[in-house]
């Protein structure tokens, strides 16, 4: 292992799992998701958006801090507890892979079909054989550049939404006063039927599913194994928690967009998948200008080629390990093995975005929930992990986190039993 770096470049040589983290939230959580909530209640689920990050936040937190401390990833620690548990969760990433990046996989299509116009040009809808290309340049940029290349490609993808995004919400909200935006309708009830099921869709993904937390476990060793340097505890927290707070707070600024300029006008978001899109994108050039719709444009699409990209290679390194974990005799390599469940959940992505072709928010809505109810098995074994007495004492987290814990815990099984009785 190399020196560590000096001061002035010891944030750089951290920098990156973080940025990926917010990278896989930004997605479709914020672009639809928080959007959708912000157009159909105004501000009055402003509050769920706020408590699922708070809630989820301990569970991601422990998936960084177990990577540093042990030099392994969450995967690897699910197989310390037992044969039983590295199936469940296997289990878990299996089950949920096709829908989660075939939500991705067609909303990343829809934006690269609205960027040109495709669909409008042939006459018919284009976006399922769009997705094609999609997953086509995320598993060959994931084949040949590997972690360093979606490192470098996320950081810039990353600004670049932040960015507009702050200028689109700003102008949004010099246009049109916070209280000129309309309540949430009378009708409106968050806890039974139609709307519960739209308030678990929404915190399902919100940052993102915890079943993701492994990803971040293995972005972290795959950055000290890039840099050769091993940072202390508290330098991968702090990064960390730079991308989880960016990504709380882009998410306000998508439910504040959805607000300030459909729920003000009375409209939703469109089911279909370039109209979809389209009305995203429309979102930003109202509130900014319609000379900014090309740059917009690009930016939603490369924001989602980025989660698109990301995903997959969560996916395939998440799953790769956990059976690797498992099947431990297995002569085949773990890079092999990453590439094969590459190929894998992208077939299995297309083949759902086929039988989705035209409802985006349906196939949006079934990858949510199925994460949300997932997320509390998910919480207790990355709890159960960091409070074992042979995990480093250094490394445990402070009684403030294990409190938060335990109401992120009541949070996400409360509203897990809610939604099953309903």
């Known amino acids: 292992m190399t020196a560590g770096p000096n001061r002035r470049t010891h944030w750089l040589a951290v920098l990156g799992p973080g940025i990926l983290f917010a990278s896989t939230a930004i997605g479709v959580s914020h672009l639809v998701q928080s959007t959708r909530a912000g157009a159909i209640a105004g501000f009055g689920l402003l509050w769920a958006v706020i408590a699922a990050n708070v809630a989820k936040y301990p569970f991601f937190e422990f998936g960084s801090r177990y990577a540093n401390a042990t030099g392994q990833s969450l995967v690897e620690g699910y197989r310390s507890l037992g044969r039983p548990v590295a199936w469940a969760y296997f289990i878990i990433a299996l089950g949920t892979c096709f829908f989660v990046m075939g939500a991705v996989g067609i909303v990343t299509a829809s934006f690269l079909d609205n960027l040109f116009s495709i669909s409008m040009a042939t006459g018919f809808n284009a976006t399922p054989a769009v997705s094609v290309a999609v997953f086509a340049l995320a598993t060959g940029m994931l084949t040949w550049g590997a972690y360093g290349g979606l490192d470098a490609l996320i950081k810039v993808i990353a600004a670049v939404l932040l960015f507009s995004t702050a200028i689109a919400f700003w102008s949004a909200a010099r246009h049109t006063s916070l ?121 939603a699409f490369s924001a989602m080629l980025g989660t698109c990209i990301a995903c997959l290679d969560g996916y395939s390194r998440a799953l790769a390990r956990s059976f690797k974990s498992i099947q431990s005799e297995l002569k085949l390599e773990l890079p092999a093995l990453e590439k094969w469940a590459l190929v894998v959940v992208s077939a299995g992505s297309l083949l759902l975005i086929l039988a989705f072709p035209s409802d985006i928010q349906t196939l949006v809505d079934m990858a949510t929930t199925l994460s949300f109810l997932v997320a509390p098995a998910v919480a207790a074994a990355n709890w159960h992990l960091v409070s074992q007495t042979h995990f480093p004492k250094s490394a445990r987290p402070p009684l403030w986190l294990h409190t938060l814990a335990g109401i992120g815990m009541l949070f996400l099984v409360g509203f897990t039993l809610l939604f099953c009785i309903s």
């Open 179 to 299: 209280a000129d935006v309309p309540p949430a309708p009378v009708h409106f009830n968050p806890l039974e039927g139609a709307d519960l099921a739209f308030l678990i869709a929404l915190m399902g993904w919100m940052p993102t599913a915890v079943d993701l937390s492994t990803w971040n476990s293995i972005w972290t060793l795959e950055r000290i194994k890039q840099t050769g340097y091993h940072p202390e505890l508290r330098s991968t927290l702090r990064e960390f928690n730079a991308g989880y707070i960016a990504s709380g707070l882009l998410a306000l600024m998508f439910l504040g967009l959805g607000a300030l300029v459909l729920c003000t006008e009375g409209t939703d978001l469109p089911k279909g998948t370039a109209v979809f899109a389209a009305s995203i994108v429309s979102i930003y050039t109202e509130a900014i200008g319609e000379w900014s719709r090309w740059i917009i444009g690009a930016a």
